[in-house]
Structures are given as structure tokens and as C-alpha cells.
């Protein structure tokens, strides 16, 4: 078992930036990758951006050149550092991690809001 735990979330003005922090504990050994989905009331699940065990890293295209994922794997760490954020960025974030394929929830955080602000 894997737990992940988000952190960072929170309200901000359109424009700014906000860092979200996801600290994975439990059998680390077994993933293969981690990352970010988000979720805007009434709307599906959409990946956000996840990075490998490699240290590949891939983006939606709406967060591309904003958004950055990157990992610490001496603390066993996530980060995201999102940029330039818009309204349409005003989503629960939730952070992932997988233990066959990249993109798999295996296993979920409990969400942290993002509020970006007009």
C-alpha cells in the first residue's frame, strides 16, 4: 500500500502561483509513477501532469509552459508548481500514484481546493 498525503492548496488571484506538495509514504518501491488529476464540480477527472520513476515528465496540453511537476525522491516527495493560473484552473487537486501504468490512480490523496480568483 501506498498513502499520499496533498498539501498547498488554497486561493489566489488569476496570474499568480501556487506550489502543491503530495509526500507519499508506505511501499514506494512499487511505483512507477506519480502526478496530479484535478477535478472542477460537475466536470470528469482530467490528468494534470505526471512524472515517471525515470523522471519523464508529461503535461495536459492546458498546463503546458505553466505548470511544473517535478519529485525529491530522497524525501519521497511531489511537487507542482503551477504559474500564470487562470479561473478555469479552480479545481480539487489530487495527487496519484501508480504501479503499472504512468497514468493509473492506484492509489489517491485526499484532494486539496484550488481557487484561482478573476
Known amino acids: 500500500q501506498v498513502q499520499l498525503v496533498e498539501s498547498g492548496g488554497g486561493l489566489v488571484q488569476a496570474g499568480g502561483s501556487l506550489r502543491l506538495s503530495c509526500a507519499a509514504s508506505?511501499?514506494?518501491?512499487?511505483?512507477?509513477?506519480m502526478g496530479w488529476y484535478r477535478q472542477a464540480p460537475g466536470k470528469q477527472r482530467e490528468r494534470v501532469a505526471t512524472i515517471t520513476s525515470g523522471g519523464t515528465t508529461n503535461y495536459a496540453d492546458s498546463v503546458k509552459g505553466r505548470f511544473t511537476i517535478s519529485r525529491d525522491n530522497a524525501k519521497n516527495m511531489v511537487y507542482l508548481q503551477m504559474n500564470s493560473l487562470k479561473p478555469e484552473d479552480t479545481s480539487v487537486y489530487f495527487c496519484?500514484?501508480?504501479?503499472?501504468?504512468?497514468?493509473?490512480?492506484?492509489?489517491w490523496g485526499q484532494g486539496t481546493q484550488v481557487t484561482v480568483s478573476s
Open positions: 496519484y500514484a501508480a504501479k503499472g501504468w504512468i497514468y493509473a490512480g492506484d492509489y
Open positions: 508506505g511501499n514506494i518501491r512499487s511505483i512507477t509513477g
